[in-house]
């Protein structure tokens, strides 16, 4: 690809050089009914007409450019919201299971044959996914976490941030 550009410029180097060097009549050229001045060869108006092309391409560059990084912010916010909103979702999902947790953990007392004075155990953690023969060693990294569907509306206590609620 990078081949064929440099070709295609090469070639219109060369058709350039041809169009200068060929056309040596005098001529002028008028702009909003102005001559405009130091342009006296047929030549020197291709040049000038060269130079306005060169400033229309790196106009319609830059704009390319500058949509499309707008798009590429645009869609990178758009993720961020996204996001943003699944971990409110999973965390108002774990407040509301540890919230039933504990409401069944009062509601029980004590366990029959326990103790009432010694701490109550925690839950135990569920067991790391093993890493594959390959994986450089060292601590593991957390499980990805499940996919969150939304159970119902969003509490109002939950944290908002006007960045993120922002519809652009």
């Given amino acids: 690809m990078a081949f064929i550009g440099l070709l295609l410029l090469a070639a219109a180097a060369i058709v350039?050089?041809?169009v200068v060097l060929d056309n040596t009549d005098p001529s002028h050229i008028t702009a909003f009914g102005q001559a405009i001045p130091g342009i006296h060869n047929e030549w020197q108006v291709f040049l000038a007409g060269a130079a306005v092309a060169v400033v229309l391409v790196v106009g319609l560059m830059l704009t390319f450019v500058g949509a499309g990084r707008l798009l590429r912010a645009r869609r990178d916010l758009r993720y961020l919201r996204e996001e943003h909103e699944e971990s409110l979702t999973t965390l108002e999902?774990?407040?509301r299971r540890l919230q039933q947790e504990l409401a069944r953990a009062r509601q029980n007392g004590p366990a029959a044959g326990r103790p009432s004075s010694?701490?109550?155990p925690a839950p135990a953690a569920p067991p790391l996914p093993r890493q594959p023969a390959g994986a450089?060693?060292?601590?593991?990294?957390p499980a990805p976490a499940a996919q969150a569907t939304r159970v119902g509306p969003r509490s109002q206590v939950s944290a908002r941030s006007p960045f993120f609620d922002r519809n652009d």
């Fill in 136 to 141: 450089p060693s060292g601590p593991a990294a």
């Fill in 93 to 95: 999902m774990e407040k």
């Fill in 16 to 18: 350039a050089a041809g």
């Fill in 118 to 120: 010694g701490p109550t």
